[in-house]
């Protein structure tokens, strides 16, 4: 009873590198998504994914990509990192994208740029 | 476009005590709304939904009614204990946009002492 499983849990890069943050649903939800938290502003939409083969941004899209080849699968990757993306990476999926549908959250990644 | 408001925390209360937390919205039309609570260290869990006018969403002694009139989807609980002690967000999502793309509010820390 996985369900959405990020990884790894804490990562520290340098300014400049890149990196990807996992993301993995195990309940064949159709629809996942990335925010990030900052204090005081809640969670923002970064990217999101109605489906295999399909993305769209969301809120705060730049300075990140996306890709989904699986429905399981969607991971987010930061091209190439800046200070400002300092913050707490969330995943989300849900079955559908639909008004009655939670989201589920995975446990997040706190990453920290220098 | 949508977006959430809720009251600023920390709110310190003491065990037994009553909780609100208001949250105020502005959406076109009728989105649903959501409460989510994040324990420490921990990814977000859903709380409670409404998904139209004057329902009322309820979950684990806390409850919250869609008010069309005022925009409003305050949370309340009657009596609340030291395990209650966490991060509330107040969120929506649709109708004019993706309804699997939530608005967040920037969330009220709820601290509650023996």
């Known amino acids: 009873n996985a369900g959405v499983t990020q990884t790894p849990k804490f990562q520290v890069l340098k300014t400049g590198q890149s990196m990807t943050l996992q993301c993995a649903q195990d309940?064949?939800?159709?629809?996942m998504s990335w925010y990030r938290q900052d204090p005081g502003m809640g969670l923002r939409l970064i990217h999101y994914?109605?489906?295999?083969?399909?993305?769209d941004q969301g809120e705060v899209p730049n300075g990140y990509n996306v890709s989904r080849s699986t429905t399981e699968d969607f991971p987010l990757r930061l091209l190439s990192a800046a200070p400002s993306q300092t913050s707490v990476y969330f995943c989300?999926?849900?079955?559908?994208?639909?008004?009655?549908?939670?989201?589920?959250f995975g446990d997040g990644t706190r990453l920290s740029i220098l | 476009g949508n977006s959430v408001t809720q009251m600023e925390g920390p709110v310190t209360l003491s065990e037994e005590a009553f909780l609100t937390i208001n949250c105020t919205y502005t959406?076109?039309?009728?989105?649903?709304l959501f409460w989510y609570v994040q324990y420490p260290g921990e990814g977000l869990q859903l709380l409670l939904k409404a998904t139209k006018a004057d329902d009322k969403g309820s979950n684990k002694g806390f409850e919250a009614t869609y008010r069309k009139e005022t925009t409003s989807f305050h949370l309340e609980k009657g009596s609340v204990q030291v395990s209650d002690s966490a991060v509330y967000f107040c969120?929506?999502?649709?109708?004019?946009?993706?309804?699997?793309?939530?608005?967040f509010g920037a969330g009220t820390q709820v601290v509650v002492t023996p």
């Open positions: 309940m064949n939800h159709e629809y």
């Open positions: 959406a076109t039309g009728y989105p649903s």
């Open positions: 994914s109605v489906g295999a083969g399909i993305t």
């Open positions: 989300a999926s849900s079955k559908s994208g639909g008004p009655n549908q939670p989201q589920h």
């Open positions: 969120a929506l999502s649709g109708p004019t946009d993706s309804w699997g793309k939530l608005q």
